[in-house]
């Protein structure tokens, strides 16, 4: 079954505004990673945040992690036509534990950057 | 490094045709996974293997076959293809199965017609 849950499904934005996409899980993870899906390619890891971390930084994005909501936003600031792909969360729950290797993904949020 | 590479790209089916799906990693990974990705369900696992001759079922196993006899090819066969497998396959792969991150680097996709 889902983990994560993406929110909006779709989003359209114009051009150089910010981006706003949630995650959210249902049981305690390790960490919480983005990734990203052009039309007709493979997935592209973007950002992890573990457990512990509430925020993290990387170029124009910016992950938050509320571990006691369980949830996730992703935030891409000054959007480009470029961004436009679908943005997945993927968890790692703790219940897997140690010895387990297996992300769970979300169903993704669409996004369209119109120039 | 060419990275993950999966072959074909495209394959059209007839129901109860068998293949197999061709998937290799150039960066000595330990860990190799199949999914399926359809339109409104995200991406499910299907099988993963933590290393040469080991191999594990995911969330949706029926109808497919793993081996890993070698740590750079991990293919994924349809036995008696069904059009409920028509699908886009993706094969990832990860660095060390107990790393704390799981960042996991994804191929192109198969695209798999079943008629």
């Known amino acids: 079954s889902q983990q994560g849950e993406e929110d909006p499904q779709a989003l359209s934005i114009q051009e150089g505004e910010n981006a706003t996409m949630n995650c959210s899980y249902k049981?305690?993870?390790?960490?919480l990673q983005w990734y990203r899906q052009n039309s007709g390619r493979g997935l592209v890891h973007l950002i992890l945040?573990?457990?512990?971390?509430r925020e993290k930084h990387s170029g124009r994005l910016r992950v938050t992690l509320d571990t006691s909501k369980k949830s996730s936003s992703l935030l891409i600031t000054a959007s480009r036509a470029a961004d436009t792909a679908s943005y997945f969360c993927?968890?790692?729950?703790?219940?897997?534990?140690?010895?387990?290797?297996?992300?769970?993904f979300g169903k993704g949020t669409k996004l369209s950057v119109i120039p | 490094n060419a990275g993950v590479t999966q072959t074909p790209k495209f394959q059209v089916l007839k129901t109860g045709q068998s293949m197999t799906l061709q998937c290799a990693q150039d960066m000595n990974h330990e860990y190799m996974s199949w999914y399926r990705q359809d339109p409104g369900m995200g991406l499910r696992l299907i099988h993963y293997?933590?290393?040469?001759?080991?191999?594990d079922q995911g969330e949706v196993p029926n109808g497919y076959n793993v081996s890993r006899s070698t740590t750079e090819d991990f293919p994924l066969r349809l036995l008696s293809a069904a059009p409920s497998q028509t699908s886009v396959y993706f094969c990832a792969s990860m660095g060390r199965p107990r790393s704390p991150s799981k960042t996991q680097y994804f191929g192109p996709g198969t695209r798999l017609l079943v008629l």
């Open positions: 049981t305690s993870i390790n960490n």
């Open positions: 945040i573990r457990s512990n971390e």
């Open positions: 293997s933590v290393g040469a001759g080991i191999t």
């Open positions: 993927a968890t790692d729950p703790t219940y897997s534990g140690a010895g387990s290797y297996q992300l769970t």
